[in-house]
């Protein structure tokens, strides 16, 4: 049996508000399971537990209740995390050095040395396309330039496992495609990558699976094409199909030189969806009675 990329198991994480008797409570009784390989979209409105998850998955905050576990180790001890690489929603990096020198300075943190460095600076820099902006310092890079500098920095010790706190956010449409690309390159060479965005549109065009969060909890889960799909409704597409053929598909297809090229449900999109996910369970939030929040 495979081993799961990631695994949540149970996982609630409560912030306990200084000076008052009261309790946050950011992720609620969350279980999910990323497979090797796979693109999988975190998503949710803002206060949803997005990056409260994201940060307990790499260790950097403790859970209340739970447990994480990155290829089968508890994502609490240190050595989970050598194979796992991480871009945050907003990244430090020391403008006044160039690309290359970025990628040289993380990847010696990643005890690489020698040729081997060099190769990994090399591959990095033309995987990300700034082979021709390695000498320029940060300082002069774009906002898309700056995310791509920061997802080659998220490989240099070729992870397993990618996380990516929104990788596209405030980049133009063409940093954007470029950053989609390089995710999808990743998938083909077997990396696991965890995203978490807005930009739903996007999310749709790489995700093989997605999460939805609101409040906290999860209120969707599962293979995209399979969420999007529109219940009862199936689209027959046709290739050189005449008015009448429209007009009566099912007697006279198999009698006609009409190409059935595809028969699939339809679907909505991933934007309907997500609003529609997060607004049910805003109802059903507002329709319970008001509990009390003070920590135990």
Do not use: W
């Amino acid at each position: 049996m495979t081993e799961e990329a990631i695994a949540v198991e149970g996982l609630t994480k409560v912030f306990h508000v200084p000076f008052h008797r009261k309790a946050i409570v950011a992720v609620r009784d969350l279980n999910l399971r990323v497979g090797p390989g796979e693109v999988y979209g975190l998503l949710g409105p803002n206060g949803s537990g997005k990056s409260t998850t994201l940060k307990i998955i790499l260790g950097l905050v403790s859970p209340t209740h739970g447990r994480t576990k990155i290829f089968g180790r508890d994502s609490s001890l240190v050595e989970s995390r050598e194979a796992v690489g991480f871009l945050p929603e907003n990244p430090y990096f020391y403008r006044f050095l160039t690309g290359e020198e970025t990628l040289r300075f993380f990847g010696k943190l990643c005890r690489l040395t020698g040729s081997r460095l060099n190769d990994r600076v090399r591959e990095l820099l033309e995987l990300v396309g700034l082979t021709n902006a390695r000498d320029q310092r940060l300082s002069t890079y774009s906002k898309g330039m700056l995310q791509r500098i920061g997802l080659a920095q998220a490989l240099v010790n070729e992870p397993k496992l990618v996380v990516l706190d929104e990788p596209t956010a405030g980049v133009d449409p063409a940093g954007s495609r470029a950053i989609r690309n390089i995710i999808a390159d990743l998938r083909q060479r077997g990396i696991t990558v965890l995203l978490s965005s807005h930009l739903l549109t996007q999310v749709q065009e790489i995700c093989d699976r997605v999460g939805i969060l609101a409040r906290g909890v999860l209120v969707r889960e599962g293979h995209l094409e399979e969420l999007i799909a529109i219940e009862n409704r199936t689209e027959l597409v046709l290739e050189n199909a005449s008015d009448a053929l429209m007009k009566e598909i099912e007697k006279l297809a198999a009698n006609s030189n009409a190409k059935l090229v595809e028969r699939r449900r339809s679907t909505t999109t991933l934007e309907r969806l997500f609003l529609d996910a997060t607004k049910r369970n805003d109802e059903t939030e507002m329709s319970k009675p008001e509990e009390m929040t003070k920590s135990e």
